[in-house]
């Protein structure tokens, strides 16, 4: 039972233009959201995060959207830049629970093509 | 500072064999981790630790053994390599009260036939 889902496993985006890449979850105890990114051949890298407090959180060229009646998150990129093309995972955690335990969806793949 | 360093890079076993990945972090980060990711999957926790002398099951710690004995190193023992474990492993690390914000080493890449 996947509690993280990142149903598209890739998508195509213009360079310049706006990439949103979409998140659910079933788990409704947790309240800590994160993106991360991933190169080919690296480990992934923390990119943003949201608390279950807030619905937006921006910063920079990325801000990530998160409703918690449809227990659904975003994140957008604007403008997309070629060097954002790489595979992005949404997590979710349990700030309650031990460890810093976190649950990744599997991963959308985002392509900026010129 | 490194950040957290992954030994070997790639490694190919035969089914049977054992292994020990290595991972180091410099960062004094009392949390580490061990996780899976096999082809169009997310990744799958199998083992963590809180601090030295602690650990913990994850989601998939089957075939899989850990330690802790310093804050700094957390290797992953495979004990008999199964082609099931051909995946690869990334080790993360984090500290208490940054907001769950894990931070990875490169991976290993690990081949069982």
């Known amino acids: 039972d996947q509690q993280v889902k990142q149903n598209s496993p890739s998508l195509s985006v213009q360079e310049g233009r706006i990439s949103i890449l979409n998140c659910d979850y079933t788990?409704?105890?947790?309240?800590?959201f994160l993106w991360y990114k991933k190169y080919p051949a690296e480990g992934p890298t923390f990119l943003i995060s949201?608390?279950?407090?807030?619905d937006k959180n921006e910063d920079g060229r990325f801000t990530v959207f998160l409703n918690k009646s449809a227990k659904h998150l975003s994140l957008h990129i604007v403008p997309s830049q070629p060097g954002d093309s790489a595979v992005y995972f949404c997590?979710?955690?349990?700030?309650?629970?031990?460890?810093?335990?976190?649950?990744f969806g599997s991963g959308t793949r985002l392509s900026i093509r010129p | 500072n490194a950040g957290v360093t992954q030994t070997p890079k790639f490694r190919i076993l035969k089914i049977g064999q054992s292994m020990t990945l290595q991972c180091t972090q410099d960062?004094?980060?009392?949390?580490m981790y061990w996780y899976r990711q096999d082809p169009g999957m997310g990744l799958k926790l199998i083992y963590y630790?809180?601090?030295?002398?602690?650990?913990d099951k994850g989601e998939v710690p089957n075939g899989y053994n850990v330690s802790r004995s310093t804050t700094e190193d957390f290797p992953l023992r495979l004990e008999l390599a199964a082609p099931s474990q051909t995946s690869v492993y990334f080790c993360?690390?984090?500290?208490?009260?940054?907001?769950?914000?894990?931070?990875f080493g490169p991976g290993t890449r690990l081949l069982v036939l």
């Open positions: 993360a690390s984090s500290y208490p009260g940054t907001g769950e914000t894990q931070y």
């Open positions: 788990n409704s105890m947790f309240d800590y």
């Open positions: 949201i608390s279950s407090i807030k």
């Open positions: 997590a979710a955690s349990d700030l309650g629970s031990s460890a810093s335990k976190i649950i």
């Open positions: 960062m004094n980060h009392n949390y």
């Open positions: 630790s809180v601090g030295a002398g602690i650990t």
